[in-house]
């Protein structure tokens, strides 16, 4: 079966950095890309980065260009997101997510259950 | 920067359809994927590239795009329904992933 489990979230203050970490399951996470959504607690979904399947491209939301970095190890089926700079409006649950490779690479075909990350002071 | 409109809230009564529209800019030009998020839950893709359903989500779930406007359907609806609903495109041209301020769908 396939899985998202997300980890490393919980509370910093603004200006520090965060690392969020992303194991899959259940299926060849080297040939999927690999995408970061959050979710500001009531608020709609808010997609943050994308990173292809070899590492070799990325793309980030300009609220989170240049503070944020997405990466991947694929051998260790894990996907990341490093976050720097932080603000009080990066507080989110934060998602990982699967490229819908398999039916319209524009798709999100898998979720974990996220992380939350709140920054105050 | 590409941006999609959807209304707040919509309230159906059990058996009846809801519609729920996405409106962007020549949206009917682009693939629109629906997403259903419940209370707690991670988000689901219920439709994907305008009309298609994925493996396992049930039959009353549809959807067309066409001019500005991207609609998702559920027929006839059931309690279980009850959700928020959330469209999105890729927008090539900023070269971002775009998604809508969802919907609330109250059975």
């Known amino acids: 079966q396939v899985h998202l489990v997300e980890s490393g979230g919980g509370a910093v203050q603004p200006g520090r950095s965060l690392r969020l970490s992303c194991a899959g399951s259940g299926f060849t996470f080297s040939s999927y890309g690999m995408h970061w959504v959050r979710q500001a607690p009531g608020k709609g979904l808010e997609w943050v980065a994308l990173i292809w399947a070899d590492g070799n491209s990325k793309i980030f939301a300009d609220a989170v260009k240049g503070r944020f970095t997405i990466s991947r190890d694929n051998s260790k089926s894990t996907l990341f997101l490093e976050m720097n700079s932080l603000r009080v409006e990066d507080t989110a649950t934060y998602f990982c997510a699967r490229v819908g490779v398999d039916i319209d690479v524009n798709s999100i075909d898998m979720w974990g259950l996220g992380t939350k990350v709140t920054v105050s002071s | 920067s590409y941006e999609l409109t959807q209304p707040l809230s919509v309230s159906v009564a059990v058996g009846q359809t809801a519609s729920i529209p996405c409106e962007g800019y020549?949206?009917?030009?682009?693939?629109v994927h629906w997403y259903q998020q419940k209370a707690g839950q991670a988000p689901l893709l219920v439709i994907y590239r305008d009309k298609n359903r994925p493996s396992g989500i049930p039959e009353r779930f549809s959807g067309s795009n066409s001019g500005n406007t991207a609609t998702l359907t559920i027929s006839g609806v059931q309690g279980v329904d009850e959700a928020a609903y959330y469209c999105?495109?890729?927008?090539?041209?900023?070269?971002?992933?775009?998604f809508g301020p969802g919907t609330t769908v109250t059975v």
């Open positions: 020549k949206l009917g030009t682009k693939n």
């Open positions: 999105q495109v890729w927008d090539g041209k900023t070269v971002h992933h775009v």
